[in-house]
């Protein structure tokens, strides 16, 4: 039994962003200042170039997407859209099981999609130098590769349990030029604030975070870049989400159900926003965020105003947050470890627009492992929280008969995360389930929003 395969041609790559704000049923909750005063968007050019900030605050539905980003996406995009019949015949379900191979992208994930956006934006603006982020290091790549685009300086800081956990995404990074160093680091005072507390701190994207504001908003040469939580990164994923749409009309199929991985929600929202405007329309799809029983955001964090970082450098947002100093355990899927949700899809969650549930870590390496013995692919650990929750809903249709369509995004390949594999095979893998008393104690620590 073959898998079929739906193509699009690069003239088919979508001319514009969806901007999932002009279908919400309410406006998003305003970002506040320290003061408890909404930030106007001018506060937030210290760090971002004009352009982007435009995007983060806008209201309009399609964003043009520059064509110079569309010359670079067609190194790789349109990203091909499977359906997996060999799965569903290992599973002996009646449902049919599609995914997006994001893996194809030289980074070997999505983030991409929104590097090469926000690298285009600076540069134009005159910016020849951007410091970031990166946990698992699939953003930290992505960014390295869009600086080599656009010969800029990239500097980025990896959480250090990622940076020791993946050397060669490291590699991987430098080798499109990039500077890398383990967070927290002795080179900001964000990092020796928290190596003053903790000598071994493991690091954790709050932290990284801090120091990157840190050193942009320190330097007039220097921009933030960011690459997932904020709303014109969700925006520049989109991509996702429009080019299956038009791959499901070529297979003349629509899903009923999306899973994909929650972090900062950057993957799921890309391929999970444009079908909301269908939902909004009376489609009936569920939209099911997938996140880590280590670090779950949306199932068991509190919705209330917090910092995107962890010392408190950034605006408050209205977000499902474990508290800006939660520090997550060290699992393999580092790209979810971080303690809020983008304020979008934390609004819709709350208001039961989409659904969220939690996986434990040996079930997702499991479900990975079933996976590339079905289709050949070898996912990221991130992408097999997805793909555990379809495979879930996959034997559920076997039980009921149900015939359901069941669509998950394959957010990167797993080429730089075989020692977490090699760990799961040794059975040297745990589930860690984050406890409750600590997840009430870093909630205690939400600031005190007027």
Not at 283 to 303: F, M, N, Q, W
Not at 392 to 412: H, I, P, Q, V, Y
């Amino acid at each position: 039994m073959s898998d079929t395969k739906i193509l699009l041609d690069e003239n088919e790559i979508p001319t514009h962003w969806y901007n999932v704000i002009a279908d919400m049923p309410n406006p998003p909750a305003a970002v506040l200042g320290p003061d408890g005063n909404p930030v106007t968007p001018d506060a937030l050019t210290a760090i971002f170039p004009m352009s982007v900030v435009e995007q983060e605050v806008s209201t309009e539905r399609w964003i043009p997407i520059p064509e110079k980003v569309r010359e670079i996406y067609r190194l790789w995009r349109p990203s091909p859209l499977y359906r997996a019949r060999r799965l569903e015949e290992a599973l002996g379900t009646p449902a049919k099981i599609y995914y997006k191979n994001e893996g194809v992208s030289p980074a070997g994930s999505h983030k991409p999609n929104s590097a090469i956006a926000q690298a285009f934006y600076n540069k134009e603006a005159g910016i020849n130098r951007l410091v970031t982020e990166t946990g698992a290091g699939q953003w930290g790549s992505s960014l390295a590769l869009a600086g080599q685009m656009f010969n800029m300086e990239v500097r980025i800081y990896m959480v250090k349990v990622s940076y020791d956990q993946k050397p060669f995404r490291r590699s991987m990074m430098q080798t499109w030029g990039a500077e890398v160093f383990p967070s927290p680091t002795d080179m900001t005072e964000s990092g020796r604030k928290a190596l003053a507390t903790d000598p071994d701190n493991p690091g954790s994207l709050g932290i990284a975070i801090s120091e990157a504001v840190e050193e942009a908003a320190s330097r007039k040469d220097t921009n933030y870049a960011l690459g997932s939580v904020l709303n014109h990164v969700i925006l520049h994923q989109t991509v996702i989400g429009l080019e299956a749409k038009k791959q499901f009309e070529k297979a003349g199929d629509y899903p009923d159900m999306i899973f994909a991985p929650c972090g900062g929600g950057s993957n799921f929202a890309g391929v999970a926003f444009p079908f909301l405007a269908d939902k909004a329309a009376g489609k009936d799809i569920s939209l099911v965020a997938v996140e880590p029983a280590s670090c779950p955001t949306l199932t068991r964090g509190h919705y209330a105003y917090d910092f995107g970082d962890s010392v408190g450098l950034t605006p408050l947002m209205k977000m499902y947050t474990l508290g800006h100093d939660f520090m997550p355990p060290g699992i393999h899927a580092g790209g979810l470890r971080y303690h809020g949700d983008n304020v979008l899809v934390s609004q819709l969650y709350d208001e039961g627009i989409i659904d969220a549930i939690a996986v434990p870590q040996l079930a997702t390496f499991e479900a990975g492992v079933q996976f590339a013995r079905t289709e050949g692919i070898i996912p990221a650990p991130e992408s097999n929280h997805a793909i555990r929750a379809c495979i879930d809903e996959a034997l559920r249709c076997k039980e009921s008969g149900e015939a359901k369509t069941l669509f998950f995004n394959l957010s990167g390949h797993g080429h730089f995360d075989m020692a977490s594999y090699d760990k799961y095979f040794s059975g040297d893998l745990e589930d860690y389930e984050y406890p409750e008393a600590a997840i009430h104690e870093a909630l205690d620590h939400l600031p005190k929003v007027r």
